[in-house]
Every structure is written in C-alpha cells, then in structure tokens.
C-alpha cells in the first residue's frame, strides 16, 4: 500500500432514489449492501416523479465522488426521471472518470462493453441537448416573426414602375395590374401619381374607356 491512506483509495458508493412518498428504500438500500456498498456511503433521494426538480441526494453524490470511485446504483434509472436526465448523468460521471455499475442491467464501466454502453448513452445526451438547443431557438424564431409589424408591399423598381405607367395607359384595370404586379391598388395610384400633373387623370379615362 505505500504511504496510500485509505481516503486516498477509490470508493464505491452507492445511490437509490424513490419517485413516491409511498415508496420506501429498503429494498434498494439492501441490494446495494449485498453488492458490497456500505451504508455510510450510500446517497438517497425521495422525490415525486416528476423530472427536472432538484435532487439533493445525487448533487451529494457528486461533490462527494472523486475519480476513479465507483457509484452503484440498483438499476440505470435510477439516475433520473427521464431518458435525459438519466444520460446526463452517466455522461458528467465519465467526464469525471467516476466508475459505474447499474446491477439490474449488468453494466459496469471498468468493463470495455460497460463503457461502450456509456458512451452511446453519453452521445444520446448530447443529442438531447443540441436538440432542445433547435427547439428552444426554433421557438424564440417564431415568437419574434409573430411580433413582426405587417410586412410592407414590395417596392417595384424604376423600370417596373415605368412598366405600370405604360400598361395602365393602355386601358388595362389598376385594380388588375396591382394584382399582376403583386402589390396593393393604393400602392399602384401611387406610382401613378408620380407621372406629370393631369396625367393620373387621363390614365383612369383611358381605363374606363376600354372597359366600354
């Protein structure tokens, strides 16, 4: 052992959680001692089931857990209340070098095929996170288009407004070339309006003239 001191020595720790105040942790709590963790190092939480609330037992856990400890626990969803939480937490432990063993699924991290199970479980909670990253920006995105003022009516160019002034000499309806142009009548009157004084008013006789 050298000058080791048994602070110094990896610990296996242990951690159940019950999602009822209906429920008790006995049965939890004996497994993990028959899986040679001791009562002292074994965290609790007695929480409702519903995810995202705070969990004062694991949060001790991992203040408490160095690297290359190992954290029991009965079964993988233990570690949380969701797919999420609970990839997240396998996640922050390998970050961290902290072993895992979940008893009810045979996985064990000091093993290559535990860590293999990790990992994938470690990049579908990465996968969560960018996803809930699109979601939220996809939501901010809409929030911001419905607060959006009502979008003007395209501007039409020189060329087009020269455009609207030759066709609306021929006769044709102002209320058809707003429509053809993609903008509104009163839009359309007032690139008229912009020609020489009198002419808006021989324009308008030129149109009712051709729907004679």
Not at 50 to 61: I, V
Not at 67 to 73: A, K, Q, R, Y
């Amino acid at each position: 052992m050298g000058n080791e001191t048994v602070a110094d020595m990896p610990a296996i720790l242990g951690y159940a959680r019950v999602s009822t105040l209906g429920q008790d942790l006995d049965t939890q709590l004996s497994t993990l001692g028959a899986a040679g963790v001791g009562a002292e190092r074994v965290f609790t939480d007695k929480l409702s089931g519903s995810a995202g609330s705070a969990r004062p037992g694991l949060a001790a856990l991992l203040d408490y857990a160095r690297g290359c400890d190992t954290v029991v626990v009965t079964a993988i969803d233990r570690l949380g209340r969701s797919v999420a939480e609970v990839t997240r937490t396998i996640a922050d432990l390998g970050e961290r070098r902290i072993l895992l063993r979940a008893l009810r699924e045979g996985i064990d991290t000091a093993t290559p095929t535990g860590r293999a199970v990790a990992a994938i479980m470690a990049t579908l909670a990465e996968l969560e996170l960018e996803l809930g990253r699109e979601r939220r920006a996809a939501s901010r995105e809409s929030r911001r288009v419905r607060q959006l003022p009502p979008t003007k009516p395209p501007k039409l160019t020189p060329d087009r407004q020269e455009q609207l002034r030759r066709l609306a000499e021929t006769g044709e309806p102002v209320r058809e070339l707003a429509a053809a142009f993609g903008i509104g009548r009163a839009t359309a009157y007032r690139y008229l309006s912009s020609v020489l004084p009198g002419e808006l008013e021989r324009i308008d006789m030129a149109a009712r003239s051709g729907r004679r």
